[in-house]
């Protein structure tokens, strides 16, 4: 492969337009940028057209949308995928898709390098650069961001004296990402975990205290734990994604604080909106304590944790996640059905739930006329039940015993 060519992860923000000529002027490589739409508000062809301008010798669009929602959002969904018992891994879940778009596009090129913007302090250089050495370990990883010098200033500088259009030079306070999974907000006054976080923070929800002060209910028709149908109408899984962050976000559904432990040791106050996300993981949850028996649902929350940390940790094409996920597909069979979700100032809560596979039965847990439950081996449930726990008790205050028997002589 011809190490004077690199591909560049290419967002069309500052840090990735300056690398451009950077990577031209410190490294002597020609590069190659890589734009992957995943639900970020993002025009493909001016992006295309500003990577050019910005001195690329070619750029790459892709319109991703759909793979990321099929063949990342399908399974964390099924898999109740929630970092920290919180965070649905918006960002995490989009990096690995963006790395084997980069993969691609770099042995099409015969690029021997491949390039992202990250600092070296967050989680994402972690999840690029380990999805490239798993999917293609002979590919150099270059991180700029790590090597230069400049500070945000210095950087609008660099972009003026190499002619790279710079649409804004004025700095918010908070750096954002966003895909179809959620929109993340750090840095300013939320660095201050002791703080409120602003209104002006947030872009997707309504303040819950402004939502309508009546409810609104969505129903989730779901096939094999993966939501099909909006409100009886079925969807490619991307528009039902997109449509339902309107909806739950109009309601104040999706904020999220989380004071969180990144991958490189630091703990990281983020903010985040999520409003498709929380619904359908609330929803799906609903709708497997239906189906699943207790065993399983204990399990697999086991199952759901370790998921969630491998895909926080850039750990996606690793094997110990697709075996996982082989686990949690199988427990999915019978994960179908509707779910009734009622969104109400910042909450969503399950209100109805059924399903042909459910084991949910009437005559087993009525206590009016139509009981079937057999009361009567109750009783003797509960002594085989409790056995070992009596006999535990019954030695907390032993009696005297007689001295064990010494051994027989031996002969």
Known sequence: MARSKVVLAYSGGLDTSVAIPWLREEKGLEVVTVTVDVGQPVDLEKVRAKALASGAVGAYVADARHQFAEEFLRPAVRANALYEGRYPLSTALARPLIARHLVDVARREGAGAVAHGCTGKGNDQVRFELSTQSLAPELEVLAPAREWAMNRDQEIAYAAAHGIPVEATRRSPYSTDENLWGRSVECGILEDPAIEPPEEVYAWTRAPLQAPERPAYVTVQFEEGVPVALDGERRPFHELISRLNEVAGAHG??????????????????????????????????????????????????????????????????????????????????????????????LATVAGRRSPASLYRAGLATYSEGDRFRREMAEGFIYVWGLPSRTWASLEDPPERAPLPSSAPRR
């Open 253 to 346: 559904v999706g904020r999220i604080d989380h004071l969180e432990s990144r991958v490189v040791g630091i703990k990281s106050r983020e903010v985040y909106e999520c409003p498709a996300a929380t619904v359908l993981l609330e929803a799906h949850r609903g709708l497997e304590a239906l189906v699943l028996p207790r065993d399983v649902l204990a399990f697999k929350h086991t199952v759901e944790q370790r998921y969630s940390e491998l895909v926080y940790d850039g750990l996606w094409f690793g094997p110990l996640r697709a075996c996982l996920e082989a686990f949690v597909a199988a427990t999915q069979e019978r994960v179908s059905g509707e779910v009734s979700v009622k969104l109400f100032r910042g």
